[in-house]
């Protein structure tokens, strides 16, 4: 089909990936994760951050989230999120399932954002008995409306964190967009930040599967590499999700690809910014656009073949990924101005 735009994860295996991947099938290695490319993956992490992190691999982000929260809480214990957290809205009640039951404590956000405010309100509302203690804090990063918590509100929240004597998780699916955006070292908009633990996306940047979780506190992640294999989630060949890590980082091809889709994120805003009636209805910091646009004008993009879901707010999302095509992208663009001057 015509290249679409309706999901980052529409897109297939980038070059450097695809090349570890045959250069890791060349021969046999030991398995389950004690074998030469997962090791050098770990490593390759740690030189990255900067920091002596513990280093996992699990095949999603599901998992990657559920589990690395389970870590963090008891099951009598709360998680506060934004309402809009995928990990509330689109992981099938996998980490309350995975935790025991933990909490989910939603938090209105706007712009997809958590707020010290909101977390002080949430952790401060009850501290008896009957209540879920809150635990940890989670933000997403960037969020899942395509917008980037700045280094200061990621430093405000783990401030309030720290003052509450709560834990904080970022879940960074899309990690190396959110580093393109603020122009800093993973190590910066992570741990040095006050992030405690981070979940890596591997599969929104370019590979075919697989996210890191990285602790950066070692006594978070203590036995969770026998909470990965219950879950399901220990590779026997293992080499095959931990190799296409060792190229992206060694390459530096994470930050390639995520600096692309973001770019081409701005090239659809450059080319409909001007328009009457239809625009982004989050402000665009990342490689996702979502469209307002009366229903007329979404009806004719469908008609001309684009597909894009609506389940947030009614509006068209529309992301790239670090393959999409500036002329196809352009092609939207054109089809969006037609369809809104119409
Ligand atoms: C895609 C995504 C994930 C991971 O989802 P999986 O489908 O389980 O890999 C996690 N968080 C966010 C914000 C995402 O967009």
């Known amino acids: 089909m015509d290249q679409q735009f309706a999901s980052d994860n529409y897109a297939g295996i980038c070059p450097e990936a695809w090349q570890a991947m045959q250069e890791a099938n060349a021969g046999s290695a030991v398995s389950y994760g004690d074998d030469d490319w997962t090791h050098r993956a770990a490593d390759g992490f740690r030189t ?8 996992f691999f699990v095949f999603n982000g599901t998992a990657a989230n559920s ?37 989910l404590m939603t938090v209105p956000a706007h712009d997809g954002k958590l707020t010290p405010g909101a977390i002080r309100a949430v952790a401060r509302s009850r501290s008896d008995i009957h209540f879920p203690k809150p635990s940890v804090v989670t933000i997403t990063q960037p969020t899942e409306v395509g917008t980037v918590y700045t280094l200061d509100e990621v430093r405000a929240i783990s401030a309030v964190c720290r003052e509450l004597g709560l834990k904080l998780h970022m879940d960074g699916s899309r990690f190396g967009n959110a580093c393109d955006t603020l122009g800093c070292s993973p190590a910066e908009a992570s741990w040095k930040a006050g992030v405690d633990v981070l979940c890596f996306g591997g599969t929104k940047n370019g590979m075919a599967v697989g996210e890191a979780v990285l602790f950066f506190d070692h006594a978070l992640a203590f036995e969770f590499d026998y909470r990965a294999k219950q879950a399901g989630q220990l590779a026997s060949k293992m080499r095959f999700l931990s190799a ?27 080319a ?27 009806e004719a993009l469908r008609d001309k073949g684009w597909r894009f879901y609506t389940f947030i707010g009614g509006g068209a999302r529309f992301m790239f990924a670090w393959d999409a095509d500036p002329a196809r992208v352009d092609a939207l663009g054109a089809d969006i101005r037609a369809a809104a001057l119409g």
């Open 48 to 55: 990255l951050f900067e920091t002596e992190c513990e280093v």
């Open 67 to 103: 589990l690395a929260l389970a870590a963090l809480c008891q099951s009598y214990h709360s998680v506060i999120c934004a309402e809009t957290a995928h990990i509330v809205t689109d992981e099938c009640g996998a980490p309350e399932f995975f935790s025991n039951g933990s909490k």
């Open 244 to 270: 296409p890590w060792v190229k992206m980082l060694e390459t530096g091809v994470w930050r390639k690809n995520a600096a692309h889709g973001n770019a081409c994120a701005q090239r659809l805003m450059g």
């Open 272 to 298: 409909i910014g001007d328009l009457p009636g239809v625009g982004a209805m989050f402000p665009v910091e990342a490689n996702s656009v979502f469209l307002r646009a009366p229903e007329p004008v979404l």
